[in-house]
């Protein structure tokens, strides 16, 4: 039986009290963090199940390891107020701009990618990873600052847009150089989602695009991109015109979704992930793991579980302050179309970007980055309930 405490307020009227777990979850969207560790924990698995048969537990337990940090990262992003979201918005963005800057002249390349910091102890760290994120708070912070000076539903002027043109420019051209196409064009889809977002005018929306389409031609004509992200982009207009090459990591991954049937082969019985026959398949091509020993019905519960992390954002956006709003809707677009880009380069879908699935793949940088977000996605949801 529920005891009852007297309201001070209305003598008369009997309200239960509130128990000790509400008191520690309240201002918190519980089935967020829910569906990311969720994502998190099967992604462990994976991770085992990919490295197991050459590396034993030490990428499961480097994957847990980093899972730990990016939930004390998340706990620490989620106690910032309005004030600190401010400052914590062009302080991210210079660190990380501060990253690719230093990436060009003392980074180590990998997979034809010189995009990583070697740090003390074996660890690297990609800053395009958390610039993700910085461009996102930078641009809510930039679109907002002077929102308590006119109209919250007032478009932001043509200074705002051209500011922000220029914010964007610098890093997505220090990634491009890197060269790290995938993490560029992660951060152009969630610049165009937070420009929606924002009310940026269609004619502003629209020249922009044409002026990445423009970049876009200019960086392939210029030979910025190595002739194998080339390769990739043909190899998917035609996937098996070369399956002993470049098409060869989409085409295993292939052959191993297609191992799995409906229900898998079960865990640690797949025979192209114990083979090995799939290339990167811990971090970018995690997903025929999954589609190979836990089948169709695995598959499609990641995606459910991502698609239900990111309608929990959007749900935060819609409550959410003009800034709060723009950082939900950034980091949503962010998560979303990440995902669809890596499940779509492992069905073949989409071209071979070399892009991390959220929560799921192994990776330090990521794993962080992915933790303060969800921290930030926490810290707007309060604000919201609180006032």
């Known amino acids: 039986m529920t005891l009852l405490a007297r309201d001070p307020r209305a003598p008369f009227t009997l309200t239960p009290p509130v128990l000790p777990l509400d008191r520690r979850t309240r201002g918190w969207d519980v089935p967020l963090v829910a569906a990311a560790l969720a994502l998190s924990l099967a992604g462990a698995v994976l991770v085992w199940a990919a490295t197991k048969r050459t590396d034993g537990a030490s990428f499961l337990l480097r994957?847990?390891?980093?899972?730990?940090?990016?939930?004390?990262?998340m706990f620490g992003a989620a106690r910032l107020n309005a004030r600190l979201l401010r400052l914590f918005g062009p302080v991210m963005y210079l660190a990380s701009l501060g990253g690719l800057l230093l990436v060009l002249g003392a980074g180590v390349t990998i997979n034809g990618a010189r995009a990583w910091l070697l740090l003390p102890g074996g660890f690297e760290l990609q800053p395009s990873?958390?610039?993700?994120?910085?461009?996102?708070?930078?641009?809510?912070?930039?679109?907002?600052?002077?929102?308590?000076?006119?109209?919250?539903?007032?478009?932001?002027?043509?200074?705002?847009?051209?500011?922000?043109a220029a914010i964007v420019a610098v890093p997505l051209g220090l990634v491009l150089v890197q060269p790290d196409l995938g993490s560029a064009m992660v951060l152009a889809c969630a610049v165009f989602g937070l420009l929606i977002a924002a009310r940026v005018p269609a004619r502003w929306t629209i020249g922009l695009l044409v002026v990445a389409v423009i970049v876009a031609v200019a960086v392939v004509e210029a030979g910025?991109?190595?002739?194998?992200?080339?390769?990739?982009?043909?190899?998917?207009?035609?996937?098996?015109?070369?399956?002993?090459?470049?098409?060869?990591?989409?085409?295993?991954a292939r052959i191993a979704i297609a191992n799995g049937g409906l229900w898998g082969t079960g865990l640690f019985h797949g025979p192209q992930t114990n083979g090995g026959f799939v290339p990167e398949q811990r971090t970018d091509f995690i997903f025929s793991v999954a589609g190979e020993e836990f089948g169709l019905v695995g598959g499609a519960v990641l995606i459910?579980?991502?698609?239900?992390?990111?309608?929990?954002?959007?749900?935060?956006?819609?409550?959410?302050?003009p800034a709060g709003r723009l950082v939900a809707v950034g980091?949503?677009?962010?998560?979303?179309?990440?995902?669809?880009?890596?499940?779509?380069?492992?069905?073949g879908l989409t071209p071979v970007t070399g892009v991390p699935l959220p929560f799921v793949s192994y990776g330090g940088s990521s794993m962080f980055a992915q933790g303060l977000a969800v921290g930030l996605l926490q810290a707007v949801h309060r604000r919201a309930f609180e006032s």
């Open 224 to 252: 910025v991109l190595h002739d194998y992200q080339l390769a990739r982009f043909k190899a998917f207009t035609n996937p098996n015109s070369d399956v002993q090459g470049i098409a060869y990591n989409v085409h295993q």
């Open 129 to 164: 990873e958390f610039m993700k994120l910085g461009l996102v708070v930078g641009l809510a912070v930039l679109f907002t600052r002077y929102r308590d000076d006119r109209d919250e539903d007032a478009p932001p002027t043509t200074r705002d847009v051209l500011a922000a």
């Open 304 to 321: 459910a579980l991502i698609g239900f992390l990111c309608w929990r954002g959007l749900r935060i956006a819609r409550a959410a302050d």
């Open 331 to 347: 980091v949503v677009c962010w998560f979303a179309f990440q995902a669809f880009q890596n499940i779509g380069m492992t069905l």
């Open 63 to 73: 994957h847990l390891l980093n899972l730990a940090l990016a939930t004390g990262l």
